[in-house]
């Protein structure tokens, strides 16, 4: 194996996976993603046991789940239990636009243009060749795919010593500073599952320090993760994933923030998203106080606040600290 196809990253073979997955109505064996899709194909052509590479599939199955990509399980119809047979498939419907949206020429140009920008700067050539590799695997696209990217953000610098510790089972120790806190503080968990919410990557595991699962932003990490060589059962990922989603939610329904926006505004059209309508104004869940407050300030005078009261008083704070910034008076 090329020293190329050894150091490919975790997130490459994901993304091959995906677009494999899409590309076909059917659905994949097993057996055909193994020894056809990219990520894999190599390790097994290296000597990877299929055993080892069956349990990083199925590790890339909750991945992907966890990040609200729709994987369909085509079992035996006349035992859906038996999945030694199954087929994996992603429904295009799942991505596909409403019917009601299109787009003119320049628009389509801008697009292809801001995938492209995205892709090379993001992706190796392996991943910016989709098209390509799901012809080399023989399965018929019904329709090109074009301009095809992730909407992910570009990564934290975390994210790739966090991947491989999940893939290896290993304990990680980091450094980790909380909001209003002046130092940070080191972290010693189990890492189960990357996970993407709110735009922003997160990891969850089980800290060895509280004794207790715990999520972390990945934004919030100072320096290096250090991967140790302590490892745990690697049963502990099953289900991690969802469970950190869930978690995650739960939080979200707790704290509710009612805001006020102008009409056709940057902010408005990213709010609406994940907004409920109120007589006020709009209904927004959040997670993170300081992190929903740095996005409210970015927006300026797009949008205001009218509770609840803490998040008010950071939102403009921050507003006042930019204020004083640029020579202005409050």
């Known amino acids: 194996m090329s020293a190329t196809a050894s150091r490919s990253?975790?997130?490459?073979?994901?993304?091959?996976?995906?677009?494999?997955?899409?590309?076909?109505?059917?659905?994949?064996?097993?057996?055909?993603?193994?020894?056809?899709?990219?990520?894999?194909?190599?390790?097994?052509?290296?000597?990877?046991?299929?055993?080892?590479?069956?349990?990083?599939?199925?590790?890339?199955?909750?991945?992907?789940?966890?990040?609200?990509?729709?994987?369909?399980?085509?079992?035996?119809?006349?035992?859906?239990?038996?999945?030694?047979?199954?087929?994996?498939?992603?429904?295009?419907?799942?991505y596909s636009l409403p019917d009601d949206i299109s787009f003119s020429p320049a628009e389509v140009a801008l697009l292809n243009i801001a995938g492209s920008v995205w892709g090379s700067e993001s992706l190796s050539v392996d991943a910016r060749s989709g098209l390509?590799?799901?012809?080399?695997?023989?399965i018929p696209v019904d329709e090109p795919i074009i301009g095809y990217a992730p909407r992910i953000r570009v990564r934290d610098a975390s994210f790739p010593a966090l991947q491989r510790a999940i893939e290896q089972?290993?304990?990680?120790?980091?450094?980790?500073?909380?909001?209003?806190?002046?130092?940070?503080?080191?972290?010693?968990?189990?890492?189960?599952?990357?996970?993407?919410?709110?735009?922003?990557?997160?990891?969850?595991?089980?800290?060895?320090?509280?004794?207790?699962?715990?999520?972390?932003?990945?934004?919030?990490?100072?320096?290096?993760?250090?991967?140790?060589?302590?490892v745990f059962p690697a049963a502990l990922r099953e289900g991690a994933g969802e469970r950190a989603l869930a978690g995650l939610r739960r939080v979200a329904d707790r704290q509710r923030a009612l805001l006020e926006v102008h009409p056709g505004t940057e902010a408005a059209l990213r709010l609406a998203r994940r907004a409920e309508a109120a007589p006020q104004g709009i209904v927004v869940p959040y997670v993170d106080l300081h992190v929903f407050a740095d996005e409210l300030a970015s927006y300026g005078p797009e949008v205001r606040v009218v509770g609840p009261d803490d998040l008010r008083a950071e939102v403009v704070r921050r507003l006042q600290a930019t204020l004083h910034l640029h020579g202005g008076a409050a």
Request: zero cysteines.
């Open 169 to 230: 089972s290993r304990v990680v120790t980091f450094t980790y500073l909380r909001p209003g806190e002046a130092r940070p503080h080191e972290r010693r968990i189990r890492p189960l599952a990357l996970l993407e919410y709110e735009a922003r990557w997160h990891v969850f595991g089980f800290d060895l320090n509280m004794d207790a699962d715990r999520t972390f932003l990945l934004s919030r990490i100072v320096g290096d993760v250090t991967v140790t060589r302590a």
């Open 9 to 94: 990253a975790p997130e490459e073979r994901l993304v091959n996976l995906v677009v494999a997955l899409m590309a076909t109505e059917q659905g994949l064996t097993k057996d055909t993603i193994l020894s056809s899709v990219a990520g894999y194909r190599e390790q097994l052509e290296a000597g990877a046991s299929k055993d080892a590479l069956e349990k990083m599939f199925e590790r890339d199955k909750e991945n992907l789940r966890g990040l609200g990509v729709p994987i369909e399980t085509i079992g035996n119809r006349t035992d859906p239990d038996d999945l030694r047979e199954a087929r994996y498939r992603v429904p295009t419907a799942e």
């Open 132 to 138: 390509r590799k799901i012809r080399a695997l023989g």
